[in-house]
């Protein structure tokens, strides 16, 4: 399709009639017999997956000469490189300059690309690398700086002591049970919920699910038959005898890409070298589509001429050879993702605090931020908002104690953030005009410090002031600030002058509201803010003993997931945190996804039956409902101030027209 609407442009055609010329009747999945495939036919094409399709052009076309040429060119140029492109991350390393093997040009993006692909560099001798950049590993660097500061009594940590973790009980209870919120890979629930279905303590395990829980894999049905053939050793002979032979470790199911490799070469017959074409072409990286069709017409030809399998035998094994289409791991990558994983859960488990402080520094990970620091309180973590005379412009932590970095503060100007930090060390804040003789700022970015609570820590004659006196004696402060510039420079700091303030009423409640509008999320817990209280008793630890009935619990929204059915209905998947903190999967069929939708962050009440599959519970959700937080105190405030105001005026209004009626009577 894309050669013949380049060449529609080439020949000057509209766009309405390159689209009609590009467009086509496509019969989606044809799969001809094996024996009466035509690969030289021209309507036959392969999509990215490896599946035939059978092109059908409009008739309409040939009836226009140019149309016609259109048609007539494209089938010269398919197959030929378009344009150049990046890869996203391949750099050679050669032995030589690359000027010795060949010339590079300089794209937009700057960066010196060579004129031919990877495919072709191997062919010469050079391999591609694919150099990644991870936060992953920037967490586990940041956690160890941080528990050299807050253990320095410690000995240090060998991070590359593989072997030690593997060995260790702590590591192996968190993956059995998958606590593995916050590390590497392992963190989301399909992944946490796939290492308790399949009881994962050891290294071989957790590589094999790393690779399992792939799209294409589990989407084939063959990670259901990988957990059944783990957790049932009876279930291990459903297997064919060869795959089992090829496949021991993950009992004859195809798990890495290699094994697409092994399937072709022993089971099918194919060379070495056809079974690599078959590998590159799953991951969608082809040399020629044509070659790729002549490998798999071998690979059903030889399986049935050959090695004698039936025709259902040979078209299941292709089928689970194509599921790994675009979405396989090579075995390596798996086990390399399962060391970092390994080093992440080892330091989750012995130093919990210091880890999650370091993945919130680094961006969190699959969850946000504020589910990591509410990982952080569930181990024993005291959360502190930002406050001007502990905080950097990271989080920190002491202790126990973990003080939110300005990083955090939406709205925060960095070089404000920074200037607070570094003229700290010429000594603590003493009060709010202190601040602003050192730190210079406009009332738009002292309101955010404020409201976030950072200045809850000055005094004014020694008492800590609430948000609402420090505004107004902030106004107060800017409006007689004497504007200085830059250059100028005093001796001595003149004294400050204390402004005496009547009590303003303050809700604790405000402070929650101030917090999610500029950190994102509170600092209390969740259910604290609803305006009714909730009748819990059936908690998440102890939803086992329902299994097979209908419930109804409540649960913080973590994440949603929509998905599609295979009809192409829409679906959800979500999971909640509760009151304890424990986790909760729910799955939201398309008629319960339509009708009871996500409706964003919050507290939910979730009624649905609870099923559950090898000791992992889920609910079926039949209904579920946000519920509503208490009302904004800061809002209804102000709305009872118009409203007060809105009753003055009416009340004026008809005082007049009294008036007035009194003044014509008489």
């Known amino acids: 399709r894309a050669a013949r609407r380049e060449l529609g442009k080439v020949f000057g055609l509209p766009a309405e009639e390159i689209e009609q010329i590009g467009g086509q009747i496509r019969t989606p999945h044809f799969q001809p017999k094996w024996e009466n495939r035509n690969y030289n036919d021209p309507n036959l094409s392969l999509d990215h997956k490896g599946r035939l399709h059978q092109d059908i052009p409009d008739p309409r076309l040939s009836t ?108 192996k209870k968190l993956l059995r049970n998958g606590d593995a919120i916050g590390c590497f890979y392992v963190e989301s629930p399909a992944m946490r919920m796939l290492m308790r279905k399949l009881e994962v303590d050891d290294y071989l395990g957790l590589v094999a699910a790393s690779s399992v829980i792939r799209p294409g894999v589990a989407q084939s049905g063959m990670m259901q038959q990988y957990i059944l053939r783990k957790r049932n050793p009876e279930r291990r002979k459903d297997a064919h005898p060869v795959m089992l032979d090829l496949m021991p470790e993950t009992y004859g199911v195809m798990v890495y890409q290699e094994d697409v490799i092994k399937v072709a070469h022993y089971f099918a017959g194919l060379s070495l070298g056809e079974a690599d074409v078959l590998r590159r072409g799953m991951s969608g990286k082809y040399r020629s589509r044509e070659e790729f069709q002549r490998v798999k017409e071998k690979f059903f030809s030889n399986c049935i001429e050959q090695k004698g399998y039936t025709m259902e035998l040979t078209a299941e094994i292709w089928r689970q050879t194509e599921s790994f289409a675009g979405y396989a791991f090579a075995k390596g990558h798996s086990a390399s993702y399962a060391v970092e994983s390994y080093q992440s859960l080892f330091l989750k488990a012995y130093y919990p605090l210091e880890y999650m402080v370091a993945t919130v520094n680094n961006g969190g990970g699959f969850y946000t931020r504020e589910h990591y620091i509410h990982e952080a309180r569930m181990h024993g973590g005291i959360i502190e908002a930002p406050c001007v005379q502990e905080s950097l412009h990271l989080t920190r932590i002491r202790a126990k104690m973990i003080y939110l970095g300005f990083h955090l503060v939406k709205g925060l100007d960095t070089e404000v953030a920074q200037r607070i930090v570094s003229e700290r060390e010429m000594g603590p804040y003493e009060n709010l005009a202190d601040l602003l003789d050192r730190v210079p700022m406009g009332m738009e970015q002292l309101s955010i410090l404020i409201h976030v609570g950072a200045l809850r820590n000055l005094t004014s004659n020694g008492k800590e002031r609430g948000k609402k006196e420090l505004l107004w004696e902030a106004y107060g402060i800017l409006e007689k600030k004497q504007k200085r510039h830059d250059e100028q420079m005093r001796m001595f700091r003149p004294p400050t002058k204390e402004y005496a303030l009547p009590y303003l009423d303050h809700q604790a409640v405000e402070d929650a509201f101030d917090e999610m509008e500029y950190l994102g999320f509170p600092l209390c817990h969740p259910f604290d803010l609803l305006r009714e209280p909730v009748d819990d008793h059936i908690r998440l630890h102890n939803l086992h003993e329902y299994v097979g009935q209908t419930v109804t619990v409540y649960g913080y929204l973590v994440t949603a997931k929509n998905t599609k059915t295979k009809l192409g209905d829409r679906m959800n998947f979500g999971n909640f945190v509760d009151r304890d903190g424990t986790f909760l999967d729910t799955v939201h069929f398309p008629e319960v996804a339509a009708r009871y939708p996500f409706r964003g962050k919050g507290v939910y009440a979730v009624r649905g039956k609870v099923v559950e599959e090898w000791d992992f519970q889920t609910i079926e959700v039949e209904s579920m409902l946000r519920l509503p937080y208490v009302d904004d105190p800061r809002y209804v405030e102000a709305e009872r101030e118009e409203g007060d105001k809105e009753s003055n005026r009416i009340i004026s209004e008809q005082r007049k027209r009294g008036r007035e009626k009194q003044a014509i009577v008489k």
């Open 64 to 171: 226009d000469h140019l149309k016609r040429l259109v048609l007539k060119y494209a089938s010269y140029i398919q197959g030929m490189p378009s344009h150049l492109s990046i890869h996203a991350c391949g750099i050679l390393i050669p032995d030589k300059p690359i000027s010795y093997y060949t010339s590079t040009f300089m794209p937009p993006k700057g960066f010196p690309t060579t004129q031919f692909s990877m495919l072709e560099a191997e062919d010469i001798g050079i391999n591609k690398f694919d150099i990644l950049s991870q936060r992953g590993l920037g967490k586990i660097k940041d956690a160890l700086t941080l528990i050299e500061e807050n253990h320095p009594d410690e000995p240090s940590i060998d991070i590359h002591d593989i072997r030690r973790f593997k060995q260790d009980a702590e590591v």
